[in-house]
């Protein structure tokens, strides 16, 4: 039924792309040429499918023509901005900005159809039908009035009235809880069923729990998988080192975070006449996480581990993740094992990639790393690993300078650490520092990554890649518009197709001090990076090719990674069946894989939003000065040096101001004072919301010019 279905559908589009108007259903029927109720069925619903994708327009008529003949018409995922308004998101198109009063009922992740029209000199959007409802289950709180319970999303930018029909036992006013809708009963009414209660609105890390399971993050594992993991041991048998080469008497060590459990990377460095021998040793998941297992099927499930504030929601459980699968030191441990023999130019002349039995010598931390590194002090225990750490320096000084030759593009973006109490509340918030030890270690991994795509694709093998297309020309011409607007003048020659190009003018916008905002804005505009069996390369680093092998722990197509490498390199299965068999599934692996990263990344900055706006409830009435990011018709945003952003609302500011889109500025209407990106200002904290993960400042210096 499935294969007729698609048949049909390539049978519509043939018939409608030669058609210059609109066409009804029995038109279509007739000219397919269909006899019976049940063809007539399978077209309607084909229509339909064809429609919600939004390959088909249907008129208010009830008829069928190509979107691509509707050149005002654009379908697409909604995606709802802080200040109400929102963006038709488009695979390989341009956004389309749409007002908030033009939405017409449609929420988040809604697939729409959108009338287009310009204002300003600007394509903006009109909601005309809501093509598919995404949102199917939500988080929030039940209030209970005279037993009748009613259910308030979390995400304020769900416009909805929702009842539930349902009634848990135990289940009181204030939890929080994972609902299902179930239909429509009203314009903007529904009816949903709770399937979890999460926690009470007051339970400590009940706000992260919350976000966690909005975006479908699972926090616990199936019993099956509970059951598989007994009987997984705890030490490396004998029987699990056969055909293995025993590396434990090399000197080989891991370098991480003072925190980390989940240790599933560890090196190796000798000095050789003609340059250096780096191995790279990554936990080998795979050994233990098979196909068609429960633990397996979770770990598919939940395509990565997440990482909400100081809590860790990790992939596999914590006896695989930080046990039999963790490089801890002092004890044998299962890998596979990349050796790399690199000469002074950075080029890896020669390699191996072999399954290892490890024992890792030492659990180093970037702190103590960083001692030896910057300070020449060596912390205690380290004493002997000090000339490894120094040629592994000067390794990785030679790989970094590769890396840039090669077009590795550096954005410098500070990142936010949310510091949280016992009670889980956020009591600070600092910048992450990225020292040489941290940077060391991502050279050794980049190396190892590189190496190990670069083998498969020299086999043209079915293979997941991690790509990073080319930035689409829409966005960088805004990027350069913006340059302009702010009479920055530097050499924008070849940025939207070389990286090398997009490195060099990184380079020149560090002298102007809209630099950090400026280096955020433009990796808005490239491209996110995927997982894809099609390896288009890496524009971000500037690779040819490039996979995910070296964090099997905590990502699952670096799982699928070391399975291929066990299928194709240790085992030698390179059948047809086999090839036939990858080609297929990788697709789904790598498409998944992407959909749970994406969700993963938008966790995570869901939760520090909300945390920094905890902190900053704390703080009203304080004044700071900060830096103008985004300059909006409704006001501008600003970022403290914390990193904290706050919106300054138009109505707040003294006066009349009128946003001029062209110079992206508010200009009072006297034309004495104006604000724009880049600005310093001097703001006061007038209101913070965990709640609505909103903060809002007012101006107290009106000096802008």
Known sequence: MERKNVNMEDKIIDFLSKEDKARTLIEINDFLNLKNAEDLKMLQDSLNKLVREGTIHETKKQKYMLMKNCPSLYAGRIDIAKGGYAFLIQDNKEDIFINKDNLNGAIEDDIVLIDTFTRNDKLEGKVLKILERKL???????????????????????????????????????????????????????????????????????????????????????????????????????KDKKNRTDLTNEVIFTIDGDDTKDIDDAISIKKLNSGYELGVHIADVSYYVKPNTSLYDDAYKRGTSSYLADRVLPMLPHELSNGICSLNPNVERLAISVVMKID???????????????????????????????????????????????????????LRKRKVQKGYIEFDIPEAKIVQDENGKCID???????????????????????????????????????????????????????????????????????????????????????PILSSLLLRSMQKAVYSTNNIGHFGLGLKNYTHFTSPIRRFPDTTVHQLLRCYLFNHQLDSDTIDFYQKYLVEVAEHSSEREQAAVEAEREVVDLKMAEYMESHINEEYKGIITTVTNFGFFVQLPNLVEGLVHISTLPGYYNYVPDMLSLISNDKKKSYRIGDEVKIKVVNASKETKMIDFEVIDGNNK
């Open 136 to 238: 199917n289950r939500l988080v929030g709180e039940v209030n209970i009035l005279e037993n009748k319970i009613i259910f308030i999303p979390d995400d304020k930018k769900i416009d909805m009235e929702i009842e539930v029909e349902n009634h848990f036992n135990n289940l009181v006013d204030g939890h929080k809880v994972l609902l299902e809708l179930n239909r429509q009963v009203g314009e903007k009414k529904f009816v949903g069923t709770i399937i979890k209660i999460i926690g009470h609105k007051n339970d400590p890390d009940i706000d992260i729990l919350s976000i966690a399971y909005k975006h479908g993050i699972e926090l616990e594992f199936s019993e099956e998988t509970k059951k598989e993991v007994e009987n997984i041991p705890e030490s490396v048998l004998e």
């Open 344 to 398: 002074s130019m950075g080029e890896v002349k020669e390699y191996d990639i072999f399954p290892s039995v490890i024992k890792s010598r030492i659990q180093m931390t970037y702190k103590c790393v960083n001692k030896i590194l910057e300070e020449n002090v060596i912390p205690e225990g380290y004493a002997e690993f000090k000339d490894d750490l120094l040629k592994m320096q000067e390794l990785a000084n030679i």
């Open 429 to 515: 918030i600092v910048k992450r520092e990225q020292h040489e030890g941290e940077k060391l270690i991502e050279d050794f991994m980049i190396a190892a990554n590189e190496t190990v795509a670069t083998h498969i694709f020299n086999m043209a093998l079915p293979f997941i890649y991690r790509v990073h297309g080319n930035p689409k020309p829409e966005k960088i011409d805004d990027f350069l518009n913006l340059l302009k607007i702010l009479n920055i003048k530097v050499n924008t020659r070849g940025i939207a197709n070389s990286s090398r190009g997009m490195q060099e003018l990184l380079t020149e916008l560090k002298e102007y001090k809209e630099a």
